[in-house]
T-cell receptor
Framework: KQEVTQIPAALSVPEGENLVLNCSFT??????LQWFRQDPGKGLTSLLL?????REQTSGRLNASLDKSSGRSTLYIAASQPGDSATYLC???????????FGKGTRLSVIA | GAVVSQHPSRVICKSGTSVKIECRSL??????MFWYRQFPKQSLMLMAT?????????EQGVEKDKFLINHASLTLSTLTVTSAHPEDSSFYIC??????????????FGSGTQLSVL
């Protein structure tokens, strides 16, 4: 059974700190990996999509890496801001035409 | 960017009534739409996958007669919760993917519907 695991479940950091969110998956044959942000009671916003052939993607203060051999992805957030407070989910399809398998998310609180 | 519109954002209904949730792709053709459910502090769980013009494929444990999905066009999918009960109270989110360059392989999500059944 394909599973996606995220650690930690919750994280609280002071404003300005750099932080790393972790995501691991059981099947290295993922098709791609996507990071999402979810604000309370809201839908998901796609942050970064990494293809299986790529090692990392960057968007602004966000950098996501992918290591298929070890079954891991990380989301690096630089210079965190209170507006970054949200739940961050990683998800992957395990073949080209299958829906995403989601992790349970990491709930991030950035304190001013 | 691609936009998926989901309505209503919040609905409160009495037990036994049916509720319809709409999911529309506004600027792309959604060849495949997914419906997810999320209970508090839990991850999203896939309920069903629907391709335009064909019957939806339901995940194990999801009652197809209770959660009716219609994907009649490339821009609209609906989820109807029939005879809703309090245990159906949850956050429902749709997502869509297309085949164009801007949407291929990416999932775009609706804003979600919070269903509360009294």
């Amino acid at each position: 059974k394909q599973e996606v695991t995220q650690i930690p479940a919750a994280l609280s950091v002071p404003e300005g700190e750099n932080l790393v969110l972790n995501c691991s998956f059981t099947d290295s044959a993922i098709y791609n990996l996507q990071w999402f942000r979810q604000d309370p009671g809201k839908g998901l916003t796609s942050l970064l999509l990494i293809q299986s052939s790529q090692r990392e993607q960057t968007s602004g203060r966000l950098n996501a890496s992918l290591d298929k051999s070890s079954g891991r992805s990380t989301l690096y957030i630089a210079a965190s801001q209170p507006g970054d407070s949200a739940t961050y989910l990683c998800a992957a399809p395990f073949s080209g035409n299958t829906p995403l398998v989601f992790g349970k998310g990491t709930r991030l609180s950035v304190i001013a | 960017g691609a936009v998926v519109s989901q309505h209503p954002s919040r609905v409160i209904c009495k037990s036994g009534t049916s509720v319809k949730i709409e999911c529309r792709s506004l600027d792309f053709q959604a060849t495949t739409m997914f419906w997810y459910r999320q209970f508090p502090k839990q991850s999203l769980m896939l309920m069903a996958t629907s391709n335009e013009g064909s019957k939806a494929t339901y995940e194990q444990g999801v009652e197809k007669d209770k959660f009716l999905i219609n994907h009649a066009s490339l821009t609209l999918s609906t989820l109807t919760v029939t005879s809703a009960h309090p245990e159906d109270s949850s956050f429902y989110i749709c997502s869509a993917t297309g085949t164009g360059e801007a949407t291929n392989e990416k999932l775009f999500f609706g804003s979600g519907t919070q269903l509360s059944v009294l």
